[in-house]
């Protein structure tokens, strides 16, 4: 389990749109992500490069408080 200033390091460069580099600073070089109906996505490289494509496109337009649920202190924020 990660510790909480982990977790605040990780968020606080997903806040600030870094996803990329959230990407490259704390997945594992094994990385395994499944969305959805899709097949899971190996590797940190793969993760990167899906990163870039996305943000190339436009990033996200919604914002979460993504510590809302991990922690007790924060609570779910409104999507935009």
Known sequence: MPTTE??????ALVEQNAHIEAV?????PDASMQENQSP?????????ANERRV???GGFDRR???LSRATPRRRIAALN
């Open 6 to 11: 982990t977790l605040e390091r990780f968020i």
């Open 24 to 28: 490259e600073t704390f997945y594992t």
């Open 40 to 48: 899971p996505r190996v590797g940190r490289d793969a993760h990167v």
């Open 55 to 57: 943000m190339a496109k």
């Open 64 to 66: 979460i408080d993504p």
